[in-house]
């Protein structure tokens, strides 16, 4: 059986190169592909933070996944502020 391996989303692109288009369009794939909110913003926010790092530490002009992480998906828990559970009547 073969394994599939993971296909680099930029992997064609200099950092140097890397502009808010790329990431924008790259957001609109996964959201096309069913990739689910939550797993959307990590990977997006994880790629923000790199991207801080290397503005930081490689001389890097500009982050320009600064403004594309989406909105922080709400949670879903219906236990989400409800009262605990206590047997104690």
């Known amino acids: 059986m073969r394994r599939a391996r ?3 989303a930029f992997g064609r692109l200099r950092l140097l190169d890397l502009g ?3 990431i924008e369009r790259w957001i609109a794939t996964q959201r096309k592909a069913k990739r689910g909110k939550v797993t959307v913003y990590r990977i997006v ?7 801080n790092a290397a503005v930081r530490s490689w001389g890097l ?6 403004h594309s ?4 998906p709400r949670t879903t828990d219906s236990r ?3 009262a605990p559970d206590s047997d104690l009547s």
């Open 69 to 72: 992480v989406p909105a922080r």
């Open 20 to 22: 808010p288009k790329h």
């Open 80 to 82: 989400a502020g409800a």
């Open 45 to 51: 926010s994880t790629l923000r933070n790199a991207l």
């Open 6 to 8: 993971p296909r680099p």
């Open 61 to 66: 002009r500009y982050n320009p996944a600064k």
